[in-house]
């Protein structure tokens, strides 16, 4: 049965502060209505090779989105490409390289900001460039998105969390509030969601370190988690999802053809 889906990547958390921080989530998980589980990033341990990564499937080394700085078109199949080419509708509001990946690159503000595209594969979207544009605007294009479009998928991207670890590293006050403040927020949003009919994965790209930075074997920087909600999901404490699964997984929820691996042990 198809369901639609929703993933929040919250650019930048780490696992343990995720454990002890997600007040609202943790609530879900403690009423049996959601499981958190530990994933571990692939490498290297940075943004864009890891956005592509988990909306691929594929690792960076076989990808060659290697870094930061490779600004091309992605040439993988990306969730958004198998739901859109099965007559499903998408979306994302996230941080420009998400648009350079899948719709066009180089990035274009003017064109590229706000997009209606309805034979790309991101049809619709809402992309910020600025590390610091707050999480409580970004949900809120989300939810725009959701309410003007009803996508069966929406990628949903927020970059606070990961930008106070860069400024400030990974132990300190800054960064554990913004991790705390993604949560408040969520809690705003997620009640609805769920009643929509949503399925809903919350996870992180990277970890973050002390040095202010993401990009080594530490465990702090390899370490992210994964929330799942909604009535599709067995919660079962055994699954040990990968991230490179994630991709075929939420093509599995969306009911989309896709030769993608996957965690079954996710699902009911």
């Known amino acids: 049965m198809p369901h639609k889906t929703l993933l929040v990547l ?4 780490n696992y343990q502060v995720a454990e002890h921080a997600m007040g609202h989530l943790q609530a879900y998980v403690g009423a049996g209505k ?6 571990e990033c692939e490498l290297p341990a ?3 090779p890891l956005y592509e990564c988990i909306l691929t499937g594929v690792a960076p080394i ?4 290697v870094h930061n700085n490779v600004t091309r078109l992605s040439n993988q199949r990306s969730v958004f490409h198998y739901a859109s080419e099965a007559g499903r509708v998408t979306a994302a509001a996230a941080y420009h390289w998400v648009s350079e990946l ?7 503000a003017a064109r590229d900001r706000h997009t209606v595209a309805p034979h790309q594969p991101i049809q619709f979207g809402h992309f910020y460039w600025s590390d610091h544009y707050p999480d409580s605007h970004l949900f809120a294009d989300g939810e725009d998105l959701r309410l003007k479009h009803e996508p069966d998928f929406l990628l949903i991207h927020p970059m606070n969390i990961d930008d106070a670890g860069h400024k400030h590293g990974l132990d300190s006050a800054q960064y554990r509030n ?3 403040g993604a949560d408040v927020i969520l809690a705003d949003y997620l009640q609805g969601w769920l009643q929509a009919g949503y399925q809903v994965m919350v996870t992180a790209d990277h970890g973050m370190n002390n040095d202010r930075s993401h990009n080594g074997l530490l465990p702090e920087e390899r370490q992210v ?8 999901f067995s919660l079962d404490p055994a699954a040990r999802p990968r991230q490179t699964e994630l991709c075929g997984t939420l093509c599995e929820l969306l009911g989309v053809p896709h030769d993608k691996p996957l965690c079954r042990e996710l699902l009911k």
């Not at 959601?34 to 994933?39: E, G, I, N, R, T």
């Not at 899948?102 to 274009?108: G, L, T």
């Not at 988690?225 to 599709?232: C, I, S």
């Open 102 to 108: 899948y719709n066009r690159s180089p990035f274009n």
């Open 34 to 39: 959601a499981a958190l589980y530990q994933l």
């Open 10 to 13: 919250l650019d930048g958390l």
């Open 178 to 180: 913004s991790a705390r």
């Open 62 to 65: 076989d990808s060659g989105i």
């Open 225 to 232: 988690p994964l929330f799942v909600l909604g009535d599709a």
């Open 46 to 48: 940075l943004s864009r």
